[in-house]
Structures are given as structure tokens and as C-alpha cells.
């Protein structure tokens, strides 16, 4: 990254790397890292994407750093499962840092892989329900913020489970097959 590029990607995410409630995240175990580092590698892969396919790089900046910003894991609660948190995080995002509409849905579609892989085999996670309607992104950010969040979750996993990696790579098998434009 340029020292431009560097110092605009700053200034974008500035104000969330400062708040409090972002900055709670650091607590969040998150693919073997915080949920904070998680976020901010998203963030930054994002924003580079942005740059290159001509998208906007302010949402996907913005959208990269806050699409996993609910509070707890996965777990703790049903608002945070593994296909609902997205709905949670955009929530959050709204509440705390009045992102506009474009970056509420980059973040809310941001596990679309996820969502065709539970209609391919519905046994995965089964007591889930998503639609693809629903979580299909509608903007070039909307991809953008998929593609990095599981670009990023597969590199910090693979030195955990190579299973993880190779069902990764299976996902975007898939997505290329189906979603080919």
C-alpha cells in the first residue's frame, strides 16, 4: 500500500478504531486472533480490492472493519450464530456509527459463500434458516466485503485445520460454478 493509499485508509476508519464499542472487539476470540485484527485485515484487503475493481473505497473500508462487530462469539447468543450475526453486526454498525445503506448491506451479505453452501448441503447447520435473496450482496462493495472477509478467515485459519482450508476452497468452487456472470 501506497503511503497515500495508507494515510486515506486511515483516515477512513479513524473514528471506529477509536470508539469504545469497536474497541471492545479486542476481547472477541475470532478465527484463532482477536475480532478486532480479524476486522481490520477484512478492512484492509477491502479497501485495496476497492481500489482495484473501481468500487467505492470509503464503504468498502468502513463496511471491512465493522462486518463482524457484534459483541460475544457466535455462540453466546442466537442473534450471533454463524448466518445471523451478519443481520447483528450491520445493527451495530447502524447504531454506533450511522453507516449509510450501501455499507449496512455490504456487511449484512458479507457471508453469502456461506449461505449457498447450507442450500447446496442444508444438513450444515441445519437449525439455521437464510435465504439467498436476502444475503445475496447487491453492490460491487457487497461482493467485495464477502471476498475478503473469506479470503482473510481462510489464511488465519489454515494454520489451525487444514479441513477449514479445503472446505474454503470447495465454497469457492462452488461460487464460480453457480454464480458465474
Not at 471491512?64 to 443481520?87: A, I, M, Q
Not at 449509510?100 to 434458516?129: C, G, R, W
Request: proline letters at 2%; charged letters at 30%; one cysteine or more.
Amino acid at each position: 500500500m501506497t503511503e497515500n493509499m495508507k494515510n486515506e485508509f486511515d483516515f477512513l476508519i479513524k473514528d471506529i478504531l477509536e470508539d469504545e464499542h469497536f474497541l471492545a472487539t479486542k476481547k472477541d476470540l475470532h478465527h484463532g486472533t482477536s475480532k478486532y485484527e480479524h476486522c481490520l485485515r477484512v478492512s484492509k484487503l477491502s479497501y485495496k480490492l476497492s481500489k482495484i475493481f473501481k468500487a467505492d473505497s470509503k464503504v468498502s473500508a468502513r463496511a471491512g472493519l465493522l462486518h463482524d462487530f457484534f459483541f460475544g462469539t457466535r455462540k453466546e447468543k442466537p442473534e450471533n450464530s454463524y448466518l445471523r450475526h451478519p443481520v447483528t453486526a450491520a445493527d451495530n454498525a447502524k447504531k454506533y456509527f450511522n453507516v449509510s445503506d450501501i455499507e449496512a448491506e455490504a456487511i449484512k451479505t458479507h457471508m453469502f459463500h456461506q449461505v449457498v453452501l447450507k442450500k447446496l448441503f442444508p444438513f450444515i447447520n441445519y437449525q439455521e434458516k437464510a435465504s439467498i435473496k436476502e444475503f445475496k450482496p447487491k453492490s460491487k462493495e457487497g461482493w467485495i466485503i464477502c471476498a475478503s472477509d473469506l479470503i482473510v478467515s481462510v489464511v488465519e485459519c489454515e494454520r489451525f485445520q487444514f479441513s477449514y482450508v479445503a472446505n474454503v476452497a470447495l465454497l469457492l468452487l462452488f461460487n464460480i460454478i453457480l454464480f458465474k456472470n
